[in-house]
């Protein structure tokens, strides 16, 4: 079946160093992929998705480029701040299994100034 | 954008009590929420698929009768979580689909702790 692997956590930086947090996934058909943030006390926000192959998701300095022969969704920031202290989940959604979205276990990261 | 609302925030219950979760959609039709529960070192599991107008599909290990999910409109959907126990205590946080397969909504999450 359809599942996600997301690297463990948890992440501690300096500010300013670069980040990545690995994802790979299993699926049957062909999955939109997506990263969602949880910041400390909230819920889960959307922060970029790409829905096919070769695809690149980009949104606050943050990017990830579906990539369908290695089947990962890789997220990387160039320069991490204090601000980007999050729970970091990398997630799927597959028309084949009715759009039923499946989770990685979420990377805690933390910015040190 | 569209809006998810998640209520209560936060709930303390006594051992033996249910408890009642909604989640709305506000300004857009979801046919289809999800319920989540999020575990102490922040993984995300999905209990159940919820339909509006049929009959919840749960994951494999959630009870049914003690998650009881009810999607009686295209904008509401409520978890009941019956007879509580300590273990119970998580985090639940549900979401909803705007449009198939593009984004999913969630809301902010219900704290529950059971004494």
């Known amino acids: 079946g359809d599942s996600v692997t997301q690297m463990e956590g948890p992440v501690t930086l300096s500010e300013e160093a670069f980040l990545t947090i690995n994802c790979t996934y299993t699926a049957t058909g062909y999955p939109s992929l997506f990263w969602y943030v949880q910041y400390p006390g909230e819920g889960l926000q959307l922060l970029l998705k790409a829905t096919k192959a070769d695809d690149k998701g980009s949104n606050k300095g943050f990017e990830a480029t579906y990539r369908k022969e290695t089947t990962s969704f890789h997220l990387e920031k160039g320069s991490v701040q204090v601000s980007d202290s999050a729970v970091y989940f990398c997630?799927?959604?597959?028309?084949?299994?009715?759009?039923?979205?499946?989770f990685g276990t979420g990377t805690s990261l933390t910015v040190i100034p | 954008g569209a809006v998810v609302s998640q209520h209560p925030s936060r709930v303390i219950c006594k051992s033996g009590t249910s408890v009642k979760i909604e989640c709305r959609s506000l300004?857009?039709?979801?046919?289809?929420m999800f319920w989540y529960r999020q575990f102490p070192k922040k993984s995300l599991m999905l209990m159940a698929t919820s339909n509006e107008g049929s009959k919840a599909t749960y994951e494999q290990g959630v009870e049914k009768d003690k998650f009881l999910i009810n999607h009686a409109s295209l904008t509401l959907s409520t978890l009941t979580v019956t007879s509580a126990h300590p273990e119970d205590s998580s985090f639940y946080i549900c979401s909803a689909i705007w449009r198939t397969n593009e984004k999913l909504f969630f809301g902010s999450g219900t704290q529950l702790s059971v004494l």
């Open positions: 300004d857009f039709q979801a046919t289809t």
């Open positions: 997630a799927l959604s597959d028309q084949y299994t009715g759009n039923q979205f499946y």
